[in-house]
């Protein structure tokens, strides 16, 4: 049987650069993003906050040339303009 282990990466709100590449009402609800591939693994969570608030959680799917790809389908609060 194989073990997989999973993290948290937590992200300022303010400071975390991005590129939207879906959204629905204005809102990333698919996000690509700079990432270290030795460290970072799908099925890893991605938090993204501001203050208390959270803005954007959710999972990554894939990661491809160093960057990976998040989703938050539902509850996203990312802006969809280009960062």
Do not use: C, R, W
Not at 32 to 56: L, M, N, Q, R, Y
Request: aromatic share 10%.
């Amino acid at each position: 049987m194989e073990v997989s282990f999973s993290q948290t990466l937590s992200f300022n709100a303010e400071t975390f650069d991005f590129e939207p590449v879906a959204n629905e009402n204005g809102n990333a609800t698919i996000i690509k993003f700079a990432v270290d591939e030795k460290k970072v693994s799908p099925g890893d969570t991605v938090v993204v906050i501001s203050g208390e608030e959270i803005h954007f959680h959710g999972m990554i799917g894939k990661i491809e040339g160093g960057f990976a790809y998040a989703s938050d389908p539902k509850g996203s609060l990312l802006p969809a303009g280009v960062q």
